[in-house]
């Protein structure tokens, strides 16, 4: 069986995955703000060019087309795909949600299926190893939670609009996120206090002082253009506070960050609670956690009573890339279909 590449085109990130036979064998996450212009797309592709090189087949699915650089979502997956062509050997697939697998001139005629569906994908291939289970999606930006049932992914809503609706999509991730967009309030050396909405800090700066960012997941530049010491991440999370960070220990800045944290899981738990609640024959159902957030949610759903079943089994990724299949399940998990269909 052939090589095969998996490519999850978003707005932050570009991830790559290889496959190999029905295992995973190789993972990759390169930055792409794709807000900044298609060059910067064409930038991530060229990056990921030599790690691709031995692949013979292609798939790709998307959610960039979300990004402010397109005036609405249809244009946006027009104008990736044509982006696409030069970059990607002819014939490569395109993830159609639940169609399944397209070309290209099928994803431009349909372009709402191809639009932010990478979720399908991954419920549709843990569907293939588990008849019934809640997959919980937490990236850079985003939160998917999706429950398969019959061994079939079973979503409510099929766009973000709609999905937004059914709590089977939360705009809160692990590092993209503005604290005040998790709290409006905050907790610091005892005293609730309001916080401040300025842009200061992001998820990325809390879970740093913390200690429980991913190596390697927060590939974007700060929210002040400084870099990435906790000492640093501590002086912007501060600024959310309207402080500096010489007016509280480094233990009460933890504190403070746990707190703002703890909120952030907190309404994950909710959202997920909500979606299991319309699935009474999930009530016994392992959670897959996936996304640079897996750690995070693993535990939170197992202090549920829920069983944890790793991604990376599932996409039976071989030990050198098994964190960030989990990290990329996505591009994995287009990759692998993209075999079997």
């Known amino acids: 069986m052939p090589i095969t590449a998996g490519y999850d085109v978003g707005g932050a990130h570009l991830k790559v995955a290889l496959t190999d036979d029905g295992r995973t064998i190789a993972v990759r996450q390169i930055a792409c703000p794709l807000w900044q212009g298609l060059e910067r797309l064409d930038a991530a592709f060229a990056e990921a060019a030599p790690f691709v090189a031995r692949a013979e087949w292609h798939a790709v699915t998307m959610t960039g087309e979300l990004c402010e650089l397109f005036p609405d979502r249809r244009t946006g997956v027009r104008v990736i795909l044509d982006r696409l062509g030069p970059l990607l050997p002819p014939g490569f697939r395109v993830w159609l949600g639940v169609k399944g697998f397209g070309d290209v001139a099928t994803a431009e005629t349909e372009p709402m299926h191809a639009a932010s569906t990478n979720y399908l994908a991954t419920a549709t291939l843990i569907g ?29 809503g099929i766009t973000d609009g709609e999905r937004l609706m059914t709590s089977e999509l939360v705009y809160t991730g692990l590092t993209r996120t503005d604290p005040c967009v998790v709290a409006h309030s905050g907790r610091l050396r005892g005293h609730q206090q309001r916080l401040a909405a300025g842009g200061f800090a992001n998820m990325a700066d809390v879970r740093r002082i913390l200690g429980e960012l991913p190596e390697d997941a927060d590939q974007h530049a700060t929210a002040d253009g400084r870099g990435k010491s906790v000492e640093e991440s501590v002086a912007r999370f501060a600024r959310v506070f309207g402080r500096d960070a010489e007016d509280a220990s480094m233990e009460e800045w933890r504190s403070a960050a746990r707190d703002i944290a703890d909120k952030q899981m907190e309404e994950i738990r909710l959202a997920a609670a909500s979606v299991l609640a319309e699935f009474k024959q999930l009530s016994e159902a392992p959670v897959v956690p996936a996304g640079i957030g897996a750690s995070q949610i693993a535990p939170l759903m197992a202090q549920q009573g829920k069983s944890i079943v790793r991604f990376s089994m599932l996409a039976n990724a071989t030990s050198d890339c098994a964190d960030w299949a989990t990290y990329c399940a996505p591009a994995v998990a287009v990759a692998l279909l993209a075999t079997q269909s």
Do not use: F, W
């Open 128 to 156: 293939r190893r588990l008849p019934e289970a809640l997959l919980i999606d937490m990236g850079s930006t985003t939160t998917d939670i999706i429950g398969i049932v019959g061994a079939k992914p079973a979503p409510r």
